[in-house]
Nanobody
Framework: QVQLVESGGGSVQPGGSLRLSCAASGDAYTADCMGWFRQPAGKEREGVAT????????YYSDSAEGRFTISTDTVNHMLYLEMNDLKPEDTALYYC???????????????????WGKGTQVTVSS
């Protein structure tokens, strides 16, 4: 059974850092495209970062570029999101996703991803 389980969320002050982890099992990790998405309370889901595990190509939203880094651990079937210089507007429920499209592996294409985790909450507040 395909599963994605996120961890690493929490509360942090502005300017702080967090590292989110996503443990992938089964076919989820062999997907062509994986990524991180987030949904602030009362708002629509938005893309943060995506990558192709086979080629290590990465793609970022404008808000994530330069502050966040997506990466994988192919041995342990893990997907990570390193978040630095966090801002209050980064507060959201963060989701790991897999099964995205190989040709259009971009944060704006969240609607094309097939498998989702349950999310981990990130709160940035002073």
């Amino acid at each position: 059974q395909v599963q994605l389980v996120e961890s690493g969320g929490g509360s942090v002050q502005p300017g702080g850092s967090l590292r989110l982890s996503c443990a992938a099992s089964g076919d989820a990790y062999t997907a062509d495209c994986m990524g991180w998405f987030r949904q602030p309370a009362g708002k629509e889901r938005e893309g943060v970062a995506t990558m192709k595990p086979v080629t290590d190509q990465t793609y970022y939203s404008d808000s994530a570029e330069g502050r966040f880094t997506i990466s994988t651990d192919t041995v342990n079937h893990m997907l990570y999101l390193e978040m630095n210089d966090l801002k209050p507007e980064d507060t959201a429920l963060y989701y790991c996703a897999a099964g995205g499209p190989r040709l259009y592996c971009h944060p704006r294409n969240g609607h094309l991803f097939k498998t989702w985790g349950k999310g981990t909450q990130v709160t940035v507040s002073s």
